[in-house]
């Protein structure tokens, strides 16, 4: 199976029903693009739900070690890991309530995609949600 995105008003929709999105490998520095995308979502008014064991807080919210941690529902799981670790990552993605996965601009695994499209998640690979936010229109 070769991993493709959905289409763009799809891609939409998600952007356009979700208020909650969980990042993975969120970075407490403002100088790395994790920190620097998850701001400008949070800015336009998505819940951030920082995941990423080395720190506490970030961007003014507690930040949890594991996906599994979050008991609170999520709209957006959005990784920012090498692509080497998008298996590992879909594997806790399947323990949890949400159903889309979005990994960041440069970051492709295809058995994580396999793995997520056979239980049925939306997947989005390779591609930045903050420019996609920017660039798809809205209902």
């Known amino acids: 199976m070769t991993w493709k995105n959905p289409e763009n008003n799809e891609i939409a929709d998600v952007l356009q029903t979700a208020k909650k999105i969980a990042v ?47 008991e609170e529902s999520i709209d957006i799981i959005n990784v920012f890991r090498r692509s080497e670790f998008l298996l590992d990552v879909a594997n806790d993605v399947l323990q949890t309530n949400c159903k889309v996965f979005w990994a960041q601009q440069g970051v492709v695994n295809e058995e994580a995609y396999k793995l997520l499209k056979e239980n049925d998640f939306t997947v989005i690979m390779d591609l930045c949600i903050k420019v996609a936010h920017a660039v798809l229109p809205r209902n």
């Open 24 to 70: 993975v490998g969120l970075s407490d520095k403002p100088d790395r693009t994790s920190y620097q995308i998850s701001k400008a979502m949070q800015d336009v008014g998505y819940k951030i739900i920082p995941v990423n064991p080395a720190i506490d807080a970030v961007l003014g919210e507690k930040a949890y070690d594991s996906l599994s941690d979050i």
